[in-house]
């Protein structure tokens, strides 16, 4: 979840865009969960604009998707798995490119495969993919292939 204080919206680009869209100079990340960095590309009047989106639960990530493969002025560009230290194994937040997501059988956890193939859990327990049984793919960045002719028009 992100935190931020009524003091830190910037009033007057929330107004200049309206729709209900508030625009904040910073926010807090609450704890330290995984969120996800959801790029993709809006073609609005002959351009291309990258937009960004920061969620947090395995749904909202699935939903955002699932928007923006139904618009065809829209397209994913990449799904970022922003990762906290004790997952990641370093000492700082990591932003790695996901590719799938799975669930655990008996258990509310994930495993995260990244690009590079390398397997990241979000149970601070174990440590070793192979010690859960991860029997359902909760999300596939193959699914959203679209974005490709998108992103090259």
């Not at 947090?56 to 939903?63: K, P, S």
Request: net charge negative; hydrophobic share 45%; aromatic share 10%.
């Amino acid at each position: 979840m992100l935190l931020t204080a009524k003091s830190d919206e910037l009033a007057e680009h929330s107004r200049l865009l309206g729709r209900d869209i508030q625009v904040w100079r910073n926010v807090q990340i609450e704890s330290e969960k995984p969120h996800f960095m959801v790029i993709y590309v809006v073609r609005e009047a002959g351009f291309k604009v990258r937009q960004t989106c920061l969620v947090w639960r395995h749904e909202d990530l699935i939903a955002l998707c699932d928007l923006i493969e139904a618009d065809p002025c829209t397209g994913l560009v990449r799904v970022n798995l922003l990762s906290p230290p004790w997952m990641n194994g370093s000492e700082m937040w990591r932003i790695d490119a996901v590719k799938e997501i799975w669930s655990a059988e008996h258990s509310e956890s994930s495993c995260y495969i990244l690009e590079n193939s390398t397997h990241l859990l979000d149970a601070p327990v174990i440590r070793e993919a192979a010690d859960w049984n991860f029997v359902k793919a909760v999300f596939q960045i193959e699914k959203y292939e679209r974005f490709l002719e998108l992103e090259s028009a």
